[in-house]
């Protein structure tokens, strides 16, 4: 049976809330023995290490989401702080720029996000990483700061980049984008970038996997995730399991 790590998956997220036992006990069944659940919003927060505490399967990170900058204040930095010295989380996160959208302001989204790295870098954590058109500005800021690495999740950017990200102690999450035969440029970089840089995660319930298309994505599913490396690699699940989930205990420090 595998020991897999779903590296980022929301499931403190109230749509789980009818099934989210049955989920734990079909992934307990996939082989999926560890989810690390990432916080957005300061308001999250409580419910989220609530739901943590009450399963020793599940890690929390704490964050303040880009793409949550309307709902974030400035206290929220010294929230996080004392979070961070209160409770036992695996990382923060989920943090980072989204330059996908301009409505959100790039300014407020650069000041919560570097207020964030100088608290991983206070506190020795690993960060959780969301970037959409914004990678080349993101390994400029995390060139600042001395971080002890961290996870660039549902990685997206160049080969080039890729290597940038692995030299200052991150790994590259890769999910359910594995699944579908068009995402061709995802599936080239699982298939290139050396094993010791990946992990796997879901990011359930968004981004699913090509089989529930159209329906919620849930960490049950991240076997599939595992199949489409092994066949994107060409190697055995059995070896894409041991590492991948080796690769997320070494950088989250599980």
Not at 36 to 55: E, H, M, Q
Not at 129 to 154: E, F, S
Not at 199 to 205: G, I, K, N, S
Request: negative net charge.
């Amino acid at each position: 049976m595998y020991q897999l790590i779903d590296t980022h998956c929301h499931l403190d997220n109230p749509v789980f809330d009818n099934d989210r036992m049955i989920i734990l006990e079909k992934c307990y069944q996939n082989g999926i023995s560890n989810i690390v659940v990432p916080g957005i919003t300061a308001g999250s927060w409580k419910r989220l290490l609530k739901i943590c505490d009450a399963n020793k399967s599940l890690f929390p990170a704490q964050g303040l989401h880009p793409l949550f900058i309307n709902n974030h204040r400035h206290e929220d930095i010294t929230r996080l702080e004392h979070n961070i010295c209160n409770n036992t989380i695996v990382a923060i996160g989920e943090i980072g720029l989204d330059y996908y959208n301009k409505v959100y302001d790039r300014v407020q989204q650069i000041y919560y996000f570097e207020n964030q790295l100088s608290l991983a870098e206070k506190y020795k954590l690993p960060v959780l990483l969301h970037v959409r058109k914004a990678h080349d500005d993101i390994l400029n800021i995390l060139t600042k700061y001395d971080l002890v690495g961290g996870i660039a999740h549902a990685y997206s950017g160049s080969y080039q980049q890729a290597l940038r990200y692995i030299s200052l102690g991150f790994k590259l999450g890769f999910g359910g984008v594995l699944t579908y035969e068009r995402s061709t440029k995802i599936r080239t970089l699982a298939k290139e970038l050396p094993l010791s840089s990946i992990v796997l995660e879901t990011d359930a319930p968004d981004m699913t996997v090509s089989s529930h298309k159209g329906e919620r994505n849930s960490p049950e599913y991240l076997i599939e995730c595992l199949d489409a490396l092994s066949r994107i690699r060409d190697e055995s699940m059995d070896e894409l399991a041991l590492q991948t989930t080796r690769n997320a205990k070494e950088v989250l420090s599980l």
